[in-house]
């Protein structure tokens, strides 16, 4: 991948792909720990009552709990409950992980810190613990420090969106100019949305004029309009750039050929709406808004066909896990119908299709315990394919 430089190009920027935010202080990010409201008890599914006599089923339930108070905000109370799983087993990597990430936000560095220096101790490429600790050497702006620990993320899971992306910031605060946006453009290949988090961010005051920094802005307004934004005031709205930015970035997009103007006549006045050219829209996919604003997706098809078996596989490794044969029946026939996944897994998956076709007629067959005596042959199956569709999916997006 060619970093950016100075050089006008004619085609697509190349990092405009599907990517963690650096957590803000005293707010949680959700989306690094799965954390979702609500659901303290009606989140965990309905256990046997061999699970009375599990030895993992209080802690899990106790990390059930913490998650919760977590996405509550309620970070005293969810370090308690760690706390307590720790007392359990005090190597929890998992329970480490989120006491550390708790403390951080409570602004207690020190216990943050501690926390994941046990991580560390335990496994000490664990890239998450190294990507965290980064955040509290940058609270503590030793951004040396900061960038070793991301660095050292990175050398563990090259692929960590979010680590190059404060690797990128640390960088940035260091007056590291060229580096910082490689790392930049590296984060934005792995995850897109990390463009739009770039462009609102003050860590990146120092690079803002570069021609580099620039490309990223026009990243940030092609995904927008691939969303269906197509309007100056609207673009603003979704992307949070100035409105001199977004038309300075739309002017270059249009001599470059990939964005056309159009004049919309309304009652009294006319307005203008800006568009992706239909090479490029057809290329990366298109989101289309009705009248109310309601998104209607447009992907490309094979792009569309992996994400409808991922999918499949998410409905039946559901239903093989809580042992629903009914419900298990009904979602092989997702990859066995043409009309559905039936083709996908002729092409790319015969002898799995072979397999799921045997699996229904012994479940019709043979009931419930042919499904519990074949479970952990079927999950492992079903993991596979799903290791395999994921790696795929990636790869198409990144050729699209």
Known sequence: MDNPSNEQSD????FFLEKKEKPEKKKIDRKLFGLKKGSTETS???KDEGSLIDADFNRNK???KGINLMADEKLEDASHVFEMILRINPNDVDALLKLGYS???LEDY???MRAYDKVLDIDVTNADAWNLKSLVFYERKVYGKALDCADKAIDSDPTFGMAWYNRSCYLSMLNQISESLDALVRSIEIDVKNAKRAVKDKDFM?????EGFKRIVEVVVIESLRQGYHTIGSIVWTTFLDKEDVLKCLTRLMKRGLVVKHEKRQVWSTIDTYDLVPEIAN???TIKRGMLGIPKKSLPVPVKNLKNLAEAIQLIKSSIEEEELEKTIEY???FVDPTKCGQEMIDDFLEEHREVRLFKIRLKDKGIDFLRDNQKKMLAMFDNMEITVTKKLRSDLASN
Not at 11 to 14: A, G, H, S, V
Not at 206 to 210: D, Y
């Open 206 to 210: 120092n690079v803002r004029l570069e």
């Open 62 to 64: 106790l990390f059930s």
């Open 11 to 14: 085609e697509i920027p190349e």
């Open 283 to 285: 290329k990366i996919g």
């Open 110 to 112: 020190s216990e943050s």
């Open 332 to 334: 092989c026939n997702l």
């Open 44 to 46: 965990l599914v309905k």
């Open 103 to 105: 403390r951080f936000h």
